[in-house]
């Protein structure tokens, strides 16, 4: 199995950018497909953003598009999350999550192995 390992989280203001990373060990990561969810403490656990396995497939939540990059180098074992024009209420917990199939899957139950999480706190 895979051991997934978060950084780069911190605090940033408003309107602000971050790149957070997620380092895989343990297992051939390129078999994984990928997540970014996040918690706060009062909305949960949510999906934020995947990526299939070969990379050249992307998906996102609402909220997220047009400022959020999920991408991931194989060769490397990392994916990132960049992350720009951050809100407040982008303020939460990062967790990647691994998924042993081509897809991911928007359903947090599907994933069989997380990181420790990174938090990421934006101010006004």
């Known amino acids: 199995q895979v051991q997934l390992v978060e950084s780069g989280g911190g605090s940033v203001q408003a309107g602000g950018s971050l790149r957070i990373y997620c380092t895989a060990s343990g297992d051939t990561f390129s078999r994984y497909a990928m997540a970014w969810f996040r918690q706060d403490l009062a909305a949960g656990l949510n999906f934020t953003a995947a990526?299939?396995?070969?990379?050249?497939?992307?998906y996102y939540e609402d909220s997220v598009k047009e400022r959020f990059i999920i991408s991931r180098d194989n060769n490397e074992n990392t994916m990132f999350l960049q992350m720009h024009d951050l809100k407040v209420e982008d303020t939460a917990t990062y967790y990647c999550a691994a998924k042993k199939t081509a897809d991911w899957d928007l359903r947090l139950v599907e994933y069989d192995q997380w990181g420790q999480g990174t938090r990421v706190t934006v101010s006004s």
């Open positions: 990526i299939n396995r070969a990379g050249d497939r992307t």
